[in-house]
């Protein structure tokens, strides 16, 4: 009874012993490092209470079923995730123009100027992100024909295209919104019809216009409140239901051809 007892307190003694040497190994840079860096939050605290690792293991490997077609073989399979990519490039340069634009009538079109003459390389952030959010019009309404034209919209993944319109609807959004933020006299003339076309829809027109406007012309009000729509509205209405789409399609996989 006492040799079956002294092997198992000596291995008890032995995992101590390399438990206290791995926590010797330990130094207070380490330690701040996995407490501030993301891949110490990651793959240290959350991955100690939630088994981060493992999850993500089980996602990255969990095969997602694709019917393979020579439509989906080609190009045009591709169109969803070449949008999201846009998507991805105007939130990156975006946020680098949002440093220096000032959302004022009488500071708006000079910070813009300022932009493409005075900041370094500011014309070449303002082109991609132009350049992005036209390539990204175009791309998501020939990602919508494709999914159209395969009938891919078919049930249960009919929900799936209902998020995918709305996703269009915001692009557009996007679009619009953003073209009155220069402040030069095309954005200006282009918003106003732009939103007189609102007054045509019956009963609820003239509300509509006013409200986007911000009064009965476009000013300040309408520049700020486009202002706030583009960089605040839109894109927390773009990435959750941007996760819904994703997390539908990892659910149901790629539809099926006609």
Not at 21 to 28: L, Y
Not at 76 to 82: D, N, P, R, V
């Amino acid at each position: 009874m006492t040799e079956e007892k002294k092997p198992t307190a000596e291995r008890k003694q032995d995992g101590m012993s390399r438990e206290r040497q791995e926590f010797e190994k330990r130094t207070v840079f380490t330690e701040m490092f996995n407490l501030f860096s993301l891949v110490g939050i990651l793959y240290g605290v959350l991955d100690e209470r939630l088994s981060f690792r493992e999850g993500m293991k089980k996602q990255l490997e969990r095969p997602v079923w694709f019917y393979r077609t020579r439509l989906e073989n080609n190009f045009l399979a591709c169109l969803g995730g070449i949008s999201f990519l846009l998507f991805l490039f105007l939130m990156g340069t975006g946020g680098l123009l949002l440093m220096y634009y000032r959302p004022t009538p009488a500071d708006a079109y000079k910070s813009v100027v300022d932009i493409m003459n005075q900041v370094p390389y500011g014309w070449l952030v303002r082109g991609i992100h132009r350049w992005a959010g036209n390539l990204m019009i175009v791309t998501v309404l020939l990602h919508m024909m494709r999914v159209f034209f395969t009938a891919a919209y078919r049930p249960p993944r009919d929900v799936t295209w209902v998020n995918g319109v709305l996703l269009l609807v915001f692009t557009l959004a996007f679009s619009f919104s953003g073209y009155l933020l220069p402040w030069n006299q095309a954005s200006y003339w282009a918003t106003t019809v732009g939103t007189d076309i609102l007054s045509a829809i019956p009963v609820v027109g003239d509300s509509l216009k006013f409200f986007v406007r911000g009064g009965n012309v476009v000013g300040h009000l309408a520049l700020t409140r486009f202002f706030a729509f583009h960089v605040v509205i839109l894109p927390g209405l773009m990435i959750l239901f941007l996760v819904l789409h994703f997390l539908m399609i990892r659910r149901q996989g790629i539809a099926e051809p006609l």
